[in-house]
């Protein structure tokens, strides 16, 4: 891996950018009017590809700057392993990203047992 090449990139992935540029490739070395067109086409299936994964890395940086929110979403992950194992999934590549931009993942994520909290009824007091 190159040392501009982000960490989270998986070798699959690399194969399968690695073959859309050969596929590309030739169409600019034959056709040099039609490599603009070409390398258009790449890149937007470049972002296509990488579209959620970007998101997703976005999302924790928002994260890690924000130390509330990064506290808040570690407790929910430590309170619901199932969120947890799906975002390790998307990190890990195995799971596509759509599942954790979800609106309702991305809710309990953030607001986890606040939630569930306001349904029930509130305590009465002495």
Known sequence: MDRGAPAS????RERDTRDDRARHR???LDRPRDADAALR?????RRKAFRGKWA????VALAVGVPALLERAAVTLEASPAMA???????GDFV???EVLRPGY??????GNLLRSRSSPLPLSP
Do not use: H, K, Q
Request: charged share 20%; hydrophobic share 55%.
């Open 9 to 12: 990139r998986s070798p699959l």
């Open 26 to 28: 030739p169409l600019c």
């Open 41 to 45: 086409a790449y890149d937007r299936a």
């Open 56 to 59: 997703i890395e976005r999302l």
């Open 85 to 91: 194992n799906l975002f390790v999934g998307v990190a």
């Open 96 to 98: 596509p990203a759509s």
């Open 106 to 111: 991305l809710a309990r994520l953030v607001f």
